[in-house]
């Protein structure tokens, strides 16, 4: 038997996802003083004083970012719901504690919109496949999916007063829906372009639309009883709609950006305007008061004004008819607010301000990875703000470029366009901000208290680590751009190339510093040597024993030189494009090449020859690393993705993915048990070798049916789009085929065959060693457990697959277990489902004439008994509040802090109990 190799796992490393603070898809308000923002793939909970993690929810290494949030803050004692929409169409439904509730899975593209409806027990999603859907959060399952919208859903909002729902859409229309018809009742044309956002007013008499046009649209919520003739239309009242919604007009806005976010606060005072730039204005909403007051003023100045032009006094009585109400009246644009980069999120603070005072706090996430917090009053006729705070030292303003790692592996370097950032790898923090400009590569000095940054104008900067200062700043160590900087193994100097077609070698060295007046010294780095070469220098390379200097041209080779003479040596070329990153291993047999071509070559040494050639990503390899002293090499890639091939043996190993954009550089430990990566999104990701082993023919398996689901997710969500369109039916079923409903299918057919087989067999015979697993359970039991384990939102679909022949098998132990009141929710629920999907073949099949009379029996005596019971607990819970508001108690938690005496404290323990 062939022996085969086993390769240990490599896998995200705890907390192993660095320097993101804000992704910007969303950022709410959870508790006072704590805010929660989506970080790429996760929502992160800060503390919104000191800027300290809370708690992450979701997993940091997920492929598909966070795109929509969504709060809903209940009355004590329940907690705070949190919901996140993701990419490709998934929501999931946190608690604030960090529990994951639930995973709804209907929408077939990114999720654009969220919205909490009533007291949280129900969530409406939109996304950019045009449907609306409503979910039962309680229940854990899919309501109605609802079609209409011929764009992109951008906005949801619930008109509480008549129990509708509204959407917006880039379709340039917002329709209104009647969740209990399921159907859409009214849709507003107004606007000519895509409508960004909405909001309704505080007292739901008005509703706010934003689109990409310099007007701030309002429309007015009238009740059809109380509506004026002239305004009832007649396909309105034909219908027999309830409430209708009247334009009031625009108020015009000063930014000419399109709108993405109209969001109320101030206690409904203030109205904020959230564009596509780094503006964000407040209009401000009058009260009755100052609009009876503004009324009064008009109607003073234009009885004046008919008097002054009658020539007499007298002319005031002519005027009878009232000053007519505008909604100019109404609200005004009072200032507006400029952040430091383009808004993408923003939320007020309901804690800040009293009542329906314009005086309050908004945070607003930023696109350059930074949360800021104002205080805002627009009290007076211009607005005033005040920054209170900001949350950015742990995190890079812009894309990062390169990675370094110190020789104890206990610090990490990073470059961006904006400067360099320290990173303690065991705290998982920054510990240190370098003012080091726009730099494309770094390293750590021998000895890790210094560091070199080679910038995109050609200047070196060494930075003392201790305390964040420039000791020294090189200029023209390149007459352009420093591509790759590399240290000697010997640890005495190091060099570096550039697009000025040079490679130059430093050295290290002490001299007096300038700082201390000369009283001590610093280190200093000093030009020993140049190579000019005949192209842009693009990376350089020593080997391990210090023998080689290898160096990428951008003419698509690689020369190899000897370090100490620098002379030429060999030439490797097969590359159809310039090489961007290459390694040399520990032995200083072999250099791998990672190229714009998207190949990985590994090349020998000794006489240059190419071993092997891999088509390695999808797209440019922007990052070669050998693992230790090992002959694994890791690549990363454009294509956002990590990549660990055997040197030795040829073989592709294994994929680790979770960024979000293209991956700049990688570094690993000196070990090779550490793997760190940065990546345009801002984030520094660490992956770390595991004690999981791996065998390559079962991962090849495991990434052949992931690429089959996704392509089979992909053709059903094409024929559903497909039958959708060709019925024509505004509702339809909330949840959609995936993965996990098939694979909950295949398990429900096999616990369906296992229990027929073990009914069939005789007295004495074995019984099943799955039984015998779980504790030798019966067979109806074992069928009932795996109906039980089936996620609540998957049920339908999984029963919606299952084969008719199947249904009539499960069809008797339905009637069974509700006979005996086991599950009956469930059972009742998979029950109904069945008879809705499969009525007529069920009626008239005759061997379910018994089954289906026992169930008509059943089904009503147990179902009312169930409810009996809750009723009868939902009583008793609320005689036990009642007794428990008595007491003096607002909470179990607080009660011994509440009660003074012995009686209330007694009382209090009873209740408990």
Not at 4 to 23: D, H, M, N
Not at 138 to 145: D, H, M
Not at 674 to 682: E, F, G, M, N, W
């Amino acid at each position: 038997m062939p022996q085969v190799k086993s390769y240990r796992r490599f896998g995200p490393a705890e907390e192993g996802c660095l320097g993101v603070i804000t992704s910007g898809a969303g950022v709410e308000f959870v508790a006072e003083g704590e805010i929660a923002t989506t970080t790429l793939s996760t929502v992160t909970i800060y503390k919104q004083r000191t800027g300290e993690v809370i708690r992450v929810l979701g997993d940091q290494f997920e492929s598909d970012p966070v795109t929509a949030l969504a709060v809903h803050i209940p009355p004590a004692p329940r907690p705070t719901l949190i919901a996140g929409g993701t990419h490709d169409g998934t929501i999931r439904l946190w608690e604030v504690t960090g529990e994951e509730l639930v995973t709804f899975r209907g929408h077939r593209a990114e999720i654009s919109a969220l919205c909490f409806l009533g007291d949280g027990l129900q969530l409406a999603s939109g996304s950019n496949d045009t449907d609306f859907i409503v979910w039962d959060v309680v229940a854990e399952a899919g309501i109605v999916r609802l079609h209409g919208h011929t764009g992109p859903i951008t906005a949801i909002v619930e008109l509480t007063r008549y129990e509708l729902l509204l959407s917006a859409s880039r379709d340039h229309h917002i329709r209104v829906w009647d969740p209990a018809s399921q159907h859409c009742v009214q849709t507003l044309v107004g606007h000519r372009n895509e409508v960004g956002a909405m909001v309704l007013t505080a007292d739901q008499t008005r509703l706010i639309t934003g689109s990409t046009d310099s007007e701030v649209r309002v429309w007015a919520i009238v009740d059809v009883a109380d509506a004026a003739p002239e305004q009832l239309d007649a396909a309105q009242a034909a219908e027999g709609v309830s409430v209708m919604f009247v334009p009031l007009g625009s108020v015009t806005r000063q930014s000419r950006e399109r709108v993405i976010g109209l969001h109320l606060g101030c206690g409904g005072s203030m109205l904020a305007c959230q564009a596509v730039d780094k503006a964000v204005e407040f209009f401000r909403f009058r009260t009755e008061a100052e609009i009876t007051k503004r009324l009064k003023r008009r109607d003073k100045r234009l009885k004046a004004k008919e008097a002054e032009d009658d020539g007499a006094g007298t002319a005031v009585d002519k005027i009878a008819t009232p000053v007519e109400r505008k909604l100019e009246d109404e609200m005004f644009s009072c200032g507006v607010l400029r952040c430091g980069a383009k808004v993408k999120a923003l939320c007020f603070d309901p804690s800040a301000g009293q009542g329906s005072s314009p005086q309050g706090a908004v945070t607003v996430a930023l696109s350059n990875n930074v949360l800021e917090s104002y205080s805002i009053d627009g009290g007076s006729k211009a607005l005033a703000y005040d920054k209170l705070g900001d949350q950015s030292f742990s995190g890079h303003r812009t894309p990062l470029r390169a990675v370094a790692i110190c020789e104890n592996d206990a610090l990490i370097l990073t470059t961006s366009n904006k400067g360099a950032k320290v990173w303690d790898i065991r705290s998982r923090k920054c510990i240190r901000t370098l003012e080091a400009g726009y730099g494309l590569c770094c390293m750590f000095v021998p000895g890790s208290r210094h560091a070199v940054v080679g910038t995109r104008s050609g200047e070196l900067h060494l930075f003392e680590l201790s305390s964040g200062r420039l000791i020294e700043t090189v200029d023209g160590a390149h007459e352009g751009a420093i591509w790759s900087m590399d240290l000697q193994p010997d640890k005495h100097g190091f060099a570096t190339g550039g697009a000025d077609r040079s490679v130059n070698i430093w050295e290290f060295e002490l001299v007096p510093d300038e700082a201390n007046e000369g009283l001590s010294k610093r280190l200093s780095c000093a030009h020993l040597k140049a190579l000019k070469m005949t192209d842009d220098v693009l990376c350089v390379k020593f080997s391990p024993d210090q023998r080689f200097l290898a160096v990428a041209l951008l003419d698509s080779t690689v020369k190899v030189f000897f370090s100490d003479t620098l002379k030429f040596f060999l030439s490797l070329y097969g590359h159809k494009l310039p090489v961007l990153a290459m390694d040399i291993s520990k032995d200083s047999t072999l250099i791998a090449t990672g190229s714009g071509d998207k190949n990985l070559k590994l090349w020998g040494l000794d006489f240059g020859d190419c071993h092997k050639s891999f088509l390695a990503h999808q797209d440019v390899v922007t990052g070669v690393k050998f693992l230790g002293s090992s002959h694994y090499v890791a690549t990363v890639s454009k294509d956002k993705t990590t990549k660990l091939w055997d040197g030795d043996s040829f073989e592709y190993i294994l994929t680790m993915s979770g960024h979000q954009a293209e991956i700049s550089g990688l570094v690993a430990s000196q070990n090779g048990g550490l793997v760190a990566t940065v990546s345009h999104d801002r984030s520094l990701r660490l992956w770390e070798r595991s004690d999981e082993l791996l065998n390559l023919e079962e991962e090849r398996e495991l990434e052949r049916e992931e690429a089959d689901d996704k392509d089979a997710a992909d053709e059903e969500a094409t024929l559903a789009r497909a039958n959708s369109q060709r019925s024509g039916a505004e509702a339809e079923r909330a949840t959609r085929q995936n993965v996990e409903s098939l694979k909950s299918a295949d398990r429900l057919i096999e616990a369906i065959e296992l229990v027929e087989v073990e009914n069939a067999k005789e007295a004495g015979e074995p019984p099943n060693p799955l039984l015998a697993a779980y504790g030798n359970l019966t067979p109806l039991a074992y069928l009932l457990r795996v109906v039980d384990k089936i996620p609540s939102v998957e049920l339908e679909e999984a029963l919606l697959v299952l084969p008719f022949s199947y249904v009539l098998k499960l069809m008797p132990f339905l009637d069974e277990w509700i006979a005996g009141g086991d599950a009956i929710e469930r059972s009742s629920r998979c029950l109904l489902f069945l008879l809705k999907v499969h009525h007529n073949q069920l009626v008239a099949n005759d061997e379910m004439v018994p089954v289906m009379q026992s169930l008509k029996t059943h089904v009503p005596v147990k179902v009312t008994a169930l409810k009996d019971t809750i009723g009868f607990n939902m009583a008793a819970l609320r005689f036990l509040e009642d007794e428990v508001k008595a007491a003096g108690i607002r909470t179990f938690e607080d009660a011994e802090a509440v009660a003074s005496g012995a009686g209330v404290a007694t009382k209090r323990l009873k209740l408990v109990k």
